[in-house]
């Protein structure tokens, strides 16, 4: 009589994973600290409070700027690393849908509340050898993050005028013309210096709410890739691959830019992003 591997019966049939939404896996990566789980379309914080994932509305790009879901901020545009291929097509800001919800528990709700957790970092300054602070928050260890960049920029003296004399970093306020807060608020956005890199808006300054003016608008650059690479691998997005430009402007955003596999990494010769403190 043939024997048949007890085990054969023993073993339970292999339950299939839950499959995750696309872009939940890329959340819950990016913000480890203070994300920890998926259910029921909604996401879970770590302290224990849920915020819905995808509100399932059919919405035309305005409607999603103004009421922009988890699932937006994740999937509503593609946000693809290094310098665009080719100008950017009409209204295509990727990065720029932002769950107004999610950055206001994240980073607080208050001017006062986001200054609290404001921490120095030592940027390269004008001249040679010399240093400034500038404050960003520390929450998700954007700090330590920014640190990093400002550290590789400093071995780099041919870049020097796209980094010094920068535009800011911290700044509560609305996005100009909408009830939407801007990334500034938050201390994870950074404008580098103004005069070398390029704003929609500027560049229209008497005209920019002409609608003929901002459906032709002609895309400029002049921040080299060199710079945007660094930010990038750091988990900071430019505000260079918009359709509305400003090429001045980067901001951490980690779930869009999902960490690079190992292989490239260490073919890059890359370490992996600054851990620990600053030092400042
Ligand atoms: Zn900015």
New binding site residues.
Partial sequence: MALFPAVAYLQPPALAAPTLPPGVDLLLQAYPRHLKGYADNRIIWKDGTTMQYDDGLLKTEDQTFDSTDLEDQINGLLYTPGMPLDTPTYNCDPGTFRCQEFFLKMYGTSEAEVRRHLVPVVWPDKKSGQTKRIWVTSINGVHRHLQAVANELAKRPHLRKYVTDI??TFNWRPIMGTNRM???SFGI???INTANSEYWKWDHRETWQLDSVEMNLQWRNSVPLEIIEIFEYHGFIW?GKWYHY?T????YRPELLPPPPKAIEKKAGRKTPVKGSAKL
């Fill in positions: 535009g800011g801007s990334p500034h956005a950074i404008d505000g400003d001045m402007h980067f901001e």
